[in-house]
């Protein structure tokens, strides 16, 4: 199946710093890619849809002044969380949608892992 | 209520044993469903799709019910390796976007 990389794969910073997360799709390409945030023991909440060229289409409750989101090719997204805060510690998964035979399918990056201090 | 609900369990069964989930979606406007798995700590991983006539692979069927809007999973012949949080995914596409909700997920145990 297709790839989709993400990197860092976590990250420890301090409070008050800016945090960047990219999301590539290796071996396709996306026009569409996705940002999840997953807290300890609950299930994915999409934060934002990001399509390559165009402004991101955020979710009720997420901050897109917090959450920068950068869709600049065909293959990157970039998801930068600003002056990070403890309670922004989670679990931040992209994914790309890409077709799989006659379907669009998800193809989710592994993830990154974000603790603020 | 919520757009996916699943019942967040745990199940917690002995190998070998049959299991079921169910999951129901709000917006009948839904286009398609999967099944994900997901690990402790680790991404979603897609298990299968759920087509309407209702599919199996191995030890898995998937079934998609319109008309009362559920989706369900049967898995048979449990392993241990079964064990994790499986994940109903609802995309309400239309001609413009994508929009995949998941639902909170239904913890698995299998026990020896």
């Known amino acids: 199946g297709a790839v989709v990389s993400q990197h860092p794969s976590w990250v420890i910073c301090k409070s008050g710093t800016s945090v960047k997360i990219e999301c590539r799709s290796l071996d396709f390409q996306a026009t569409t890619m996705f940002w999840y945030r997953q807290f300890p023991k609950q299930s994915l909440m999409l934060m934002a849809t990001s399509n390559e060229g165009s402004k991101a289409t955020y979710e009720q409750g997420v901050e897109k002044d917090k959450f920068l989101i950068n869709h600049a090719s065909l293959t990157l997204s970039t998801l930068t969380v600003t002056s990070a805060h403890p309670e922004d510690s989670s679990f931040y998964i992209c994914?790309?949608?890409?077709?799989?035979?006659?379907?669009?399918?998800?193809?989710f990056g592994p993830g990154t892992r974000l603790t603020v201090l | 209520r919520k757009e996916v609900e699943q019942d967040p369990g745990p199940f917690n069964v002995p190998e070998g044993a049959t299991v079921a989930f169910n999951c129901t979606y709000s917006?009948?406007?839904?286009?398609?469903f999967f099944w994900y798995r997901q690990d402790c700590r680790k991404e979603p991983k897609l298990l299968m799709s759920v087509y309407s006539s209702g599919n199996e692979d191995g030890r898995f069927t998937a079934q998609l019910n319109r008309a009362s809007q559920y989706i369900s999973l049967l898995i048979r012949d449990s392993k241990l390796s079964d064990s994790a949080t499986y994940l109903c995914v609802v995309n309400a596409e239309d001609s413009s976007a994508s929009k995949i909700i998941f639902g909170s997920g239904t913890r698995l145990s299998i026990r020896p």
């Open positions: 994914s790309a949608e890409g077709l799989a035979g006659s379907y669009n399918e998800q193809f």
């Open positions: 917006n009948s406007a839904s286009q398609s």
